[in-house]
């Protein structure tokens, strides 16, 4: 396994990492309070909550194998080269395990708090069953070989299919209800800057290995950093140019009534 060759650079990979972490774990938090405050979920998509969900078991999966498996690094190392670092920071596991623990939550505010006439689709469902039995059928696959970091290759596949498709349900949402009201816009902010250093954690490694065999020996880091940053920058066009959230007037400020947004959902 590679060594570093500059602790400069060693030393700014574990910040960056960090922040990454830092800022992707405090992303789900807005909206969780969001939720709390209101008793209420109208506004966020059930699809994305439970793809989202799906995503992160995956990149969990994949994260813990890869990081704590000296069978599967080894695997890793007779693919790409012993001259090669592993992809995987302490970062990365660490969020994702979070990661997992907190969408969780979420999807249990969905049961309990005021959903209106929300649901989750008929497609999600399908698309989360679909996943999940492909699978379990890959695993079966491997077993007998012991082709464990072909497995968990396909597991960081499917969180970067996961990734392009959970932003897709709230856009639409938001589009079809011209509105952003119960959406946390913090939640993007956050999710924009961990997308970003994220990225920039893997230019730095490939900096001082003077290679860029990471980018696609983890293919699906790099994927999960653009996805993520072309997403969160519709929803900010959405939320800031678009749909615009609108000042109560001073009447309504003084009034007891409830504020209704364009989908005449009480907020």
């Avoid at 574990?14 to 938090?29: K, L, N, Q």
């Avoid at 790409?80 to 395990?97: C, Q």
């Avoid at 990661?99 to 969905?110: C, E, G, K, S, Y």
């Avoid at 900010?236 to 009034?255: A, D, I, N, R, T």
Wanted: aromatic share 16%; charged share 15%; glycine share 4%.
């Amino acid at each position: 396994m590679a060594s570093w060759n500059s602790i400069p650079l060693e030393i700014s990979y574990e910040i960056v990492g960090w922040i990454t972490f830092a800022s992707w774990s405090i992303s789900f938090y807005p909206q969780m309070i969001l939720n709390y405050k209101r008793k209420s979920v109208v506004g966020l998509n059930f699809d994305f909550a439970l793809l989202n969900f799906t995503k992160h078991s995956s990149y969990m999966i994949y994260n813990v194998c890869l990081y704590f498996s000296p069978f599967i690094q080894k695997q890793y190392f007779d693919t790409y080269g012993e001259e090669e670092m592993i992809p995987v920071a302490a970062n990365d596991v660490a969020f994702s395990i979070h990661a997992v623990l907190v969408t969780a939550v979420t999807l249990f505010q969905i049961c309990i708090y005021e959903r209106g006439t929300q649901k989750v689709s008929r497609c999600a469902t399908g698309l989360v069953i679909l996943v999940w039995g492909f699978a379990a059928t890959c695993f079966f696959i491997a077993l007998p070989t012991h082709s464990w970091l072909w497995l968990i290759t396909l597991f960081n596949s499917i969180q970067v299919c996961m990734t392009c498709v959970k932003y897709i349900p709230q856009a639409k949402m938001n589009f079809t209800r011209k509105s952003t009201v119960g959406w946390s816009i913090e939640n993007i902010l956050l999710d924009f800057c961990g997308g970003v250093s994220n990225y920039l954690q893997m230019v730095v490694q490939s900096i001082d290995q003077g290679s860029w065999v990471n980018f696609y020996g983890n293919i699906g880091k790099t994927l999960l950093s653009l996805v993520t940053i072309f997403f969160d920058l519709i929803f900010m066009f959405q939320h800031y140019v678009l749909y615009p959230p609108k000042k109560p007037s001073k009447c309504l400020e003084e009034s007891n009534e409830p504020l209704i947004d364009p989908s005449h959902e009480p907020i």
